[in-house]
Structures are given as C-alpha cells and as structure tokens.
C-alpha cells in the first residue's frame, strides 16, 4: 500500500490487518504499538584481538596433550585451555621443524624486501646529498659576499688615506 503524500510505502499497520494473531506473551497485537523505526545501538563494539602464544605455553600443552591416554582428555584439555584441534596439529608440525625455532612466533605481514630498502637508503642519501649541497652554495655565497665587500673597504679605506697624503 502507498501513501499518497509522500510516495512512500505505508508502514501503518491496522487492527484489523492483525485480527487473529497472537504473541507468546498472551497480549493483543492491537494493544501494542507498533515501532516500524529501531534506533541503532550507540555502543562501539571492541575489535577482536589476535591471541598470542608463547613457546613455553605451546610446549606446555603439546606435553599435557602427549600425556593423555584415554579417550576424551584431549578434547577437555582444549576446552579448558579455550583452543582448537588446529592450534594442537600446527604446533606439532612447528615442534617437528625444530625444537625452539619452529615454535617461536613469527612476524607476520609482508616480507622487507631488499631492492626496496636500498632505494629507501638511495633516496635518503640524495636527500641529505642535495641538502649539503644546498649549504655549500650558502657557504660559497658569502665568501663571494665577504671578498666583495673587503675589497670595497679597502678601496674607501685607501681613497681617504690617499687624499690626506696629497
């Protein structure tokens, strides 16, 4: 049904309409009101964190679970400890890589690579190259400026000097 003022659908909803429906609560659909607009919850919901673990825990559990025999204990050992069959079968394929190595965390993310480091090293070098070689034209500017104005000096220092002589 549409609403002729504003071209929008028709949100109303009539007793009628609702003649014969109940709720569990045992109450009228006709009593309630009926809300077509719910308002957005304001609260900012956290982000989940990614769990760590160190090599010591994993160590720790890979032994509990090498110790249980009977059917079950492994499956009470993961829900006590809150992990997953997952984390047992990784850590045991890190264990077999090596015993210290293969359980150490490792960085995650994007490998550096090499060729991009050194043309941040390059690009940080020119920099610094193009700034000195700013101050040296700074430099070599004012011993111009300098050798200019001594000259100058010195040519009024001997024009009065020369016309007391005379």
């Not at 025999?69 to 045991?92: F, Q, V």
């Not at 090293?121 to 400026?145: C, D, F, P, S």
Request: charged residues 35%; contains cysteine; proline residues 6%.
């Amino acid at each position: 049904m549409m609403n002729n003022q504003d071209n929008q659908p028709d949100t109303s909803v009539s007793a009628g309409s609702l003649e014969g429906a109940r709720r569990a609560t045992g109450k009228d659909p006709a009593e309630t009101p009926v809300t077509t607009t719910q308002i957005p919850n304001p609260e900012v919901e956290a982000k989940a964190v990614r769990r760590r673990f160190s090599a010591k825990y994993k160590r720790s559990v890979l032994e509990q679970a090498d110790h249980c025999t009977n059917p079950g204990d492994i499956g009470a050992l993961l829900r006590r400890e809150g992990l997953y069959s997952s984390h047992l079968t990784n850590w045991r394929r890190q264990r077999e890589k090596g015993a210290l190595g293969g359980l150490a965390p490792r960085k995650r993310g994007r490998k550096p690579d090499p060729a991009t480091a050194e043309r941040r090293v390059i690009a940080k070098l020119n920099k610094e190259n193009e700034r000195l070689r700013g101050q040296l034209k700074k430099a070599q500017t004012i011993i111009e400026v300098q050798k200019k104005l001594s000259e100058i000096l010195e040519i009024q220092m001997d024009d009065p000097g020369k016309e007391k002589n005379s």
